[in-house]
């Protein structure tokens, strides 16, 4: 069955830097879209990255220059590298399987606590 395991939040400082891991298994991790979406307390959950089978990536404005979104496909891993973090980024971060070439799609992972606090 499809797993998707998020590691790597925590708290931080504002100006900081966090990297999110997402470790996937029960699918072909290569040819799947993937994200990263955010929901922070009292607020709808918002996607914040995603990237394609090809490596194509797209982001929310709100973290565009400050955020990557990369993946591994040797390992079924996608990352998020979050730079220059600022006290709105604070939200549970949740990784997802957008969707797998002929294979599940729409799945979700847990969450990681991001805070930013000074």
């Known amino acids: 069955q499809v797993q998707l395991v998020e590691s790597g939040g925590g708290l931080v400082q504002p100006g900081g830097s966090l990297r999110l891991s997402c470790a996937a298994s029960?699918?072909?991790?290569?040819?799947?879209?993937m994200a990263w979406y955010r929901q922070a307390p009292g607020k709808q959950r918002e996607l914040v990255a995603a990237i394609s089978r090809t490596g194509s990536t797209g982001y929310a404005d709100s973290v565009k220059g400050r955020f990557t979104i990369s993946r591994d496909n040797a390992k079924n891993t996608v990352y998020l590298q979050m730079n220059s973090l600022k006290l709105e980024d604070t939200a549970v971060y949740l990784c997802?399987?957008?969707?797998?070439?002929?294979?599940?799609?729409?799945?979700w992972g847990q969450g990681t606590q991001v805070t930013v606090s000074s």
């Open positions: 997802k399987l957008e969707a797998a070439t002929g294979g599940p799609r729409g799945y």
């Open positions: 029960g699918f072909t991790f290569s040819s799947s879209v």
